[in-house]
């Protein structure tokens, strides 16, 4: 059997917000389950990927977040090559994007507001008027400011203001749900999906698990929550996923984040060999 030539691409550090350890520690693991499959795995960086000139592998996977690393993984991945996840998923899980498509496609979601930097607030959305979320909407969350909590409509547009100044062309806001914060973990193509409450662990990037405060723990129907969740890595092309929803007190589950390979810290040992068995089918398909 050919042994397969796999190109693997480390998150800048940039885009690993307060998890540059957890999130090289998956990558690290992954490359040695791959290995220990025989496969010829080449790192690069980033910026080293985005100086190559000719590429040549029977796959890439990657942890990309750098606009210039997703522009030239999309290139490769329309020449032919196979890319894991997909440059265009990693784009698909940007703010603006996830939220259009989650609506689009149905995906239980918060009610949703996508805005210019750059204008007013429209007065006519209901759910302004009380506490939500805004989100930079043009690239995933690098700083502690990029996912901030409003009490009201005010706060938001302030909040929206600041991100014009810092040069952020469009915002996302959420309505604030109230219930269970749950983070999920799910990898395509494997029986491999892992939830936890957010006071589970000590566990968290920016700490605002504490807003929607200690867990009541209330039932919901766990099979629900996987099959939303891989309709949703389906629809972001993302088979190297991880999220976030919210329980409320009947039961129903909203999902309100959605990331490409996440850093999986809480389950690292049971996730990188279904990861890299993921990598490993993907790069021998035909």
Known sequence: MKKLNIIGIRRGNLYSPNHIGNDAAIFNLTVELLKAKGCEVTEYTETEFQNISTIQAD?????????????????????????????????????????????????????????STDEPLPDDVAFLGKSCWVKRGDSHAIHREDVTYAKNGEL????????????????????HLLGDLIKFYG????????????????????????????????????????????????????????????????????????????????????AAPNIAQCIYDYARKD
């Open 59 to 115: 796959a890439i996977f990657n942890m990309a977040r750098d606009f210039r690393t997703i522009s030239k993984l999309q290139e490769v991945e329309d020449q032919g090559i196979k890319v894991i996840n997909s440059g265009y998923g990693i784009q698909n899980c940007m703010r603006a994007n996830m939220t259009h498509l989650m609506l689009e496609n149905n995906i239980p979601h918060p009610q949703s507001l996508i805005v």
């Open 156 to 175: 938001a547009e302030s909040i929206i203001q600041e991100y014009a100044l810092r040069g952020i062309p469009t915002a996302v806001i959420n309505e």
């Open 187 to 270: 990898i395509t193509g494997t029986d491999f999906f892992h939830w936890f409450y957010s006071d589970d662990l000590n566990y968290s990037k920016f700490g605002l698990e504490a807003i929607n405060g200690k867990p009541k723990r209330m039932p919901f129907d766990e099979s629900y929550l996987k099959n939303i969740s891989k309709k949703a890595s389906q629809i972001m092309k993302t088979p190297i996923y991880g999220g976030d929803c919210i329980v409320d007190d009947k039961g129903n589950i909203r999902i309100i984040d959605f990331n490409d390979w996440p850093s999986f810290a809480p389950c690292r040992n049971e």
